[in-house]
């Protein structure tokens, strides 16, 4: 049998309270335990993602500046799922990134509740520092079109009413 579920891949969970989201795989384990006597992997996803930024929202001002960074923020979460409650897509994440989510990954990780609060914030900050490679690869086109999608934030520019 062919291992597709492997470390790396992003796959759309479809069970549970995340049901619909996406996640990426950190670790799959297809051995038996007595606690879970089924294959299941450790995944990491975004519970929610950022919101939409308009025009109005790119002043200068402390108020909206503040606003933009609320409204960019990512909700990571963890979980251990079993596979059957995973849908694989064709889409994989680099392994650097891979490889920084495992380093700070552990045995305790679901288990004692401050490793896991570590460990969202370190998720929170490797997704939110991809957010803004986004940002900045795509940043550069923001000028040529009325609209354009940046990275999952989207800026409007709103049309002018003929008079």
Not at 45 to 66: E, F, N
Request: charged share 30%.
């Amino acid at each position: 049998m062919v291992k597709f579920l492997k470390d790396g891949k992003i796959v759309v969970l479809l069970q549970g309270r995340y049901a619909g989201k996406k996640a990426v795989i950190l670790k799959t384990m297809e051995d038996n335990h007595k606690e879970r006597p089924y294959g299941h992997c450790v995944v990491v996803g975004v519970a929610k993602s950022p919101l939409p930024i308009s025009r109005a929202m790119c002043k200068p001002t402390p108020k909206m500046k503040k606003l933009v960074k609320k409204r960019s923020t990512i909700k990571p979460f963890v979980k251990m799922v079993n596979f059957t409650h995973v849908m694989p897509t064709r889409y994989s994440v680099e392994s650097s990134m891979t490889k920084t989510l495992k380093a700070t990954l552990s045995a305790d990780t679901f288990s004692d509740p401050t490793v896991k609060t570590r460990f969202l914030k370190n998720a929170q900050q490797v997704f939110q520092a991809k957010y803004q490679d986004c940002l900045l690869y795509t940043s550069d086109a923001a000028d040529e079109e009325d609209s354009v999608d940046l990275g999952g934030r989207r800026i409007i520019k709103k049309k002018k009413k003929k008079k």
